[in-house]
């Protein structure tokens, strides 16, 4: 499968956001697209998984889009299709992209589960990178030095040659998706990248995509459910 690609910027940082975890990162690269006001440059799909695509306030919501911002240099892929059983292929083809545009970076986002239930939403980080490390630690994140990662991250931290790799996990409590969690990768992302963030209507923006979300995977689940049925129908 190839990236088809409108636009190459070069020396981009690209910010990864597949469903993971209190579907984290999908929440937080929506948000990252609508706020910077950013332009679909590419786009791809798996011929092996279900085909399905979304429509929301009259447009396409591809299941996993290439959007760019020129102002910071970003290039964000946004899914929101699940990626169950092809894993390893979105980290080939992220690393892939890294490799067209001359990355300086990729920075993943994704949840990661916590056993104490709080009140509050700690961020963390890992990268291999020293001068990365640094950094992340300067903008107030904790490393991760426990964990067990899963999904599409766990794959690009495996895959991802072509770039340095970050990944910032915010902590949330729940599989269900968690807005306030992503809120706070935003926060950290703002102190990380210097994008001028304003925070004022972030939970409620951030809520806003969240219901958006739970909308658009429902149907896509409803859809599954009826792909399930027939193909039962046929058997037996």
Same mark, same amino acid.
């Given at each position: 499968?190839?990236?088809?690609?409108?636009?190459?910027?070069?020396?981009?940082?690209?910010?990864?956001?597949?469903?993971?975890?209190?579907?984290?990162?999908?929440?937080?690269?929506?948000?990252?697209?609508?706020?910077?006001?950013?332009?679909?440059?590419? @786009?791809?799909?798996?011929?092996?998984?279900?085909?399905?695509?979304?429509?929301?306030?009259?447009?396409?919501?591809?299941?996993?889009?290439?959007?760019?911002?020129?102002?910071?240099?970003?290039?964000?892929?946004?899914?929101?299709?699940?990626?169950? @059983?092809?894993?390893?292929?979105?980290?080939?083809?992220?690393?892939?992209?890294?490799?067209?545009?001359?990355?300086?970076?990729?920075?993943?986002?994704?949840?990661?589960?916590?056993?104490?239930?709080?009140?509050?939403? $700690?961020?963390?980080?890992?990268?291999?990178?020293?001068?990365?490390?640094?950094?992340?630690?300067?903008?107030?994140?904790?490393?991760?030095?426990?964990?067990?990662?899963?999904?599409?991250?766990?794959?690009?931290?495996?895959?991802?040659?072509?770039?340095?790799?970050?990944?910032?996990?915010?902590?949330?409590?729940?599989?269900?998706?968690?807005?306030?969690?992503?809120?706070?990768?935003?926060?950290?992302?703002?102190?990380?990248?210097?994008?001028?963030?304003?925070? @004022?209507?972030?939970?409620?923006?951030?809520?806003?995509?969240?219901?958006?979300?739970?909308?658009?995977?429902?149907?896509? $689940?409803?859809?599954?459910?009826?792909?399930?049925?027939?193909?039962?129908?046929?058997?037996?």
């Amino acid at each position: 499968m190839e990236i088809i690609l409108n636009k190459k910027p070069q020396n981009a940082t690209i910010i990864e956001g597949f469903p993971g975890f209190g579907l984290v990162g999908t929440i937080a690269s929506e948000f990252l697209i609508e706020h910077l006001n950013c332009e679909l440059i590419g @786009k791809f799909w798996f011929e092996d998984l279900p085909a399905t695509i979304a429509i929301h306030e009259g447009k396409l919501v591809h299941p996993v889009g290439i959007y760019y911002n020129k102002k910071y240099n970003l290039v964000i892929v946004h899914a929101i299709a699940g990626a169950s @059983k092809v894993e390893w292929k979105i980290a080939k083809l992220i690393d892939d992209l890294a490799k067209k545009l001359k990355a300086k970076e990729i920075i993943s986002l994704e949840g990661v589960g916590s056993a104490t239930p709080s009140d509050t939403n $700690r961020v963390f980080y890992f990268s291999k990178d020293p001068k990365l490390e640094k950094k992340l630690k300067g903008a107030g994140l904790e490393p991760l030095s426990e964990g067990i990662i899963i999904g599409v991250t766990s794959a690009v931290m495996l895959k991802a040659e072509a770039a340095p790799l970050s990944c910032i996990f915010a902590e949330t409590h729940s599989s269900l998706p968690d807005s306030k969690a992503a809120a706070k990768i935003i926060e950290a992302l703002d102190k990380y990248l210097g994008l001028n963030v304003d925070y @004022k209507p972030l939970i409620a923006m951030a809520e806003k995509f969240e219901e958006k979300l739970k909308g658009i995977l429902q149907k896509s $689940r409803d859809v599954m459910g009826d792909k399930q049925k027939k193909d039962l129908s046929y058997v037996g």
